[in-house]
């Protein structure tokens, strides 16, 4: 743990399962009271940064007590991504997986993930929940357009791209909720607890979003 400017601290952890028990379990603190005032709660792959540090001193005699296998917080609200798995690297992350394309689908669809972090776009959040062994590595040339909506891989992480850009993750399928809006509240709809779900379909519906977005403790501040 250690200062990041005048009124921030930083919380590294040993890796993003780590990272994501300390945020729920700040989450849960801040929920019910018990946590000294802080603006922001920020997770990372292996870090927790908290902004705004109101009283320093109570903050870090906290964070001192906190173990991995201190109680989480409550989880947060559970998103339902329809995906059409037709990804152009399907057939290919099927293969490195030693299955067929359908099973491979089921694979994907059958966990419950969880967006332990966001970066790289606005709204594009990092989603733990694929069994390690499944981890695959980004295309090696990535591509210089991925259409908005596309369920891809890399890594460790699944990710929905919230808009058109560059990306040289495996693209397994696409979804037509509309997960970056901002002329919605919140924009985003993959926040750090929110809980996904990919449901398979055979047609995605247009650019939509669901009638009530998730909220979280992380766009109060």
Sequence with gaps: MRRAGPDALLVEVADAAGAGALYAWLRGLREAGGLPPVTEIV??????????????????????????????????????????YDGADLGEVAALWGVSPEAAVRIHSEPEYHVAFCGFAPGFGYLTGLADRYAVPRRATPRTSVPAGSVALAGPYTGVYPRSSPGGWQLLGRTGLLLWDTGREPAALLAPGVRVRFTPVREPAPQTAPRTAPRTAQEHG
């Design 43 to 84: 997770p990372a792959a292996r870090t927790v940064l908290l902004d705004g540090v109101g009283d320093g001193r109570a903050l870090t005699a906290l964070l001192a007590g906190w173990r991995p296998s201190a109680a989480a917080g409550p989880g947060g609200p559970l998103l339902d991504v329809p995906t059409v």
